[in-house]
């Protein structure tokens, strides 16, 4: 697994991608990822660790080591965009983890089961497990994919989009009628 989390964006996202072809799916990973990330966020920020000065928290340092990783990808564009998003997330999470052990537990593991049920519909539609459960790095890689989808969207990454989709398919509507081949 290790040699696979350094390898370059693009191959990380088609080996993303090849459990993310049904349209239902990669739109259920646009809301339940960053639900997954918020909630952790949120369950990381409660500890507050003095560095140097600095007040920090494991969501931040959880946040610098992946922004670290997205940015050394080779697609910067891609890491800066993916670190922003989970940044702001971050940030919004904060102020939910200084609260009462209960509200603070119920909005991180709250978010977080939510997000997964998300997720888990969202692979019902894919008739395919998530890939983490055959490379823990998907796990890192979900925000990048998301955001990927979204910069495609808005038209960005057109030749690793086309580069994607020659290596694993184009998106589809699965037909929930007939059985996997």
């Known amino acids: 697994m290790a040699a696979s989390a350094f390898r370059p964006a693009l191959d990380l996202m088609a080996q993303y991608a090849a459990y993310h072809r049904d349209r239902r799916n990669i739109a259920t990973h646009f809301v339940g990822i960053p639900l997954i990330v918020f909630a952790v966020c949120v369950l990381l920020s409660r500890l507050t660790v003095e560095v140097g000065g600095l007040s920090l928290t494991p969501a931040a340092l959880l946040w610098a080591v992946t922004t670290v990783w997205y940015l050394t990808r080779g697609n910067i564009a891609l890491g800066l965009a993916v670190s922003a998003l989970n940044g702001l997330l971050c940030v919004l999470a904060e102020p939910l983890a200084v609260g009462s052990t209960g509200s603070w537990l119920a909005w991180g593991v709250g978010t977080f089961a939510l997000g997964w049920v998300i997720q888990f519909l969202g692979h019902y539609y894919e008739g395919k497990k998530p890939a983490f ?23 960005w990454g057109r030749e690793m989009l086309l580069e994607i989709e020659r290596r694993v398919g184009p998106t589809h509507f699965r037909d929930l009628t007939r059985p996997l081949a």
Request: proline share 4%.
């Open 133 to 155: 459960v055959d490379d823990l790095i998907g796990l890192a890689v979900g925000p990048m994919f998301v955001m990927a989808e979204l910069m495609f969207a808005l038209g």
